[in-house]
């Protein structure tokens, strides 16, 4: 009787072709279930995960934004009890209300300070915009929504050309902003010249 | 007596052993894959947990940040004031100095020449009425503007009319003429830093 051992041991130490067709079967399982699991959860997982990421460092920009301008809120705050002179240059340079008999007197200082005659000065705004006794204003005189505004007007002045000429740089550096916006030169008697100015100035009024 | 060939088959070569061995080793690189791609998977699960949580917290801190903003005293005088800032930095940057134009004018004009009137356009041109003693000092206060130390800021000059006159302004007879010229914008205009 031949007896082939050598074939019988490799089938029950799991090393015979049928342990093999096994594994390989196993293999091709697993690769499909990795596949199947990488591909249904694992992948859709991650993009939920980076999109979350994404969101979240977003949200990160957005607080750091706002922590700076809160930062910067609290900073502003603190310039305001700072800067009390500079605010009333800015006050001066951009008034917080319209009030055309304030731009007339300052006009009528520098004419006065310069040695220039004052022979006609008119300054009128637009709009029915109360300057005085508004109650609402009063009480939260920063509430309210304001827009650049102008009003305009005309100057006309005697003098010889070196006041005409002071009176002008006056007007050009006062603290209040007035913009001439066009001008004319005439001789005049004794040798006086006059000059005749359009201007106009802005102010910040609701 | 039979014939037990123990010694048949295992003249085989040591490839043919390592050839049946391979399937099992891929099985095994298998699984620990699958384990690894499940390990992954619970990470990317607590990764997902955890950004969840830090969004809601961050969320949390962005409202109280934003409650804070809204009720800060005096928002709105700041706010205000940054406006008046604003407004006036746009009104400054368009600030004319006429002046300006008075001392140039004077330093390119001729000696013995006056100026009746003075008129500015806005287009950038200006008009004068002015007197010179005689048709020689109106060539010379013309051909002032032909020089490049006099017409930096003027230029186009057009004569439109001149008549001899009694002059008043002189004190005997004139030419009294009417011209029109171009200047440079830049001359009137604001300059930061003050470099006019």
Redesign the interface.
């Known amino acids: ?7 019988n041991l ?1 089938a029950a130490s ?3 072709p049928k ?2 067709r ?3 079967a ?2 091709g399982l ?2 499909v ?2 596949a199947l ?2 591909f249904f ?2 992948m859709p ?2 993009a ?2 980076d999109s ?2 994404s ?2 460092q977003d ?2 920009a ?2 750091s934004k ?2 700076d ?2 930062n910067a ?2 900073q ?2 603190t310039a ?1 009890d700072a800067n009390k002179d500079n ?1 009333s240059h ?2 001066q ?2 008034p ?1 209300k319209g009030q055309n008999t304030d731009l007339e007197l300052l006009i009528q200082y520098l004419a006065a300070s310069s040695g220039v005659t004052v022979g006609n000065l008119t300054i009128s705004k637009q709009g029915d915009v109360p300057v005085a006794g508004d109650k609402t204003l009063l009480a ?4 309210a929504s ?1 827009t ?1 505004q102008t009003m305009s007007g005309t100057v006309y002045v005697i003098g010889t ?1 070196d006041q005409l ?1 002071s009176f ?2 006056k007007l ?1 550096d006062s603290g209040t ?1 007035i ?9 005049g008697t004794n040798g006086a010249l006059n000059l005749q100015l359009t201007v106009n100035s ?1 102010y ?1 009024a609701p | 007596m039979p014939q037990i060939n123990l010694l048949k088959q295992n003249t085989s070569s040591a490839g043919h052993t390592a050839l049946a061995f391979a399937p099992k080793i891929l099985v095994r690189v298998l699984l620990v894959v699958l384990v690894l791609a499940l390990g992954y998977y619970g990470w990317l699960f607590y990764r997902g947990g955890s950004v969840t949580k830090d969004t809601a917290s961050l969320q949390a801190k962005m409202d109280n940040e934003s409650n804070a903003a809204t009720s800060v005293p005096r928002l709105n005088e700041l706010l205000t004031r940054q406006l008046q800032i604003k407004d006036l930095q746009g009104v400054v940057a368009s600030h004319i100095y006429w002046s300006r134009l008075f001392s140039e004018l004077a330093r390119v004009t001729l000696k013995t020449a006056s100026y009746d009137s003075m008129q500015v356009i806005g287009d950038g041109t200006i008009q004068l009425n002015a007197e010179v003693p005689s048709i020689q000092d109106l060539d010379k206060y013309l051909q002032v503007f032909d020089l490049t130390d006099f017409n930096k800021y003027f230029s186009n000059v057009r004569v439109s009319q001149f008549t001899k006159i009694q002059s008043a302004a002189l004190g005997t007879t004139g030419i009294q003429f009417q011209i029109k010229m171009q200047y440079d914008p830049s001359l009137i205009s604001y300059s930061p830093a003050g470099t006019n």
């Open positions: 009787m031949n007896v082939n051992l050598s074939s490799t799991g090393f015979g342990a093999a096994n594994s390989i196993q293999a697993l690769l279930i990795i699991f990488s959860v694992v997982k991650k939920a995960v979350q990421q969101q979240f949200l990160q957005q607080e706002m922590a301008t809160l809120v609290n502003g705050i305001l605010i800015l006050d340079a951009m917080l939260n005189p920063y509430g304001r650049l050309f000429e002008l740089k050009e902003i913009n001439v916006t066009a001008m004319s030169l005439t001789g802005s910040l």
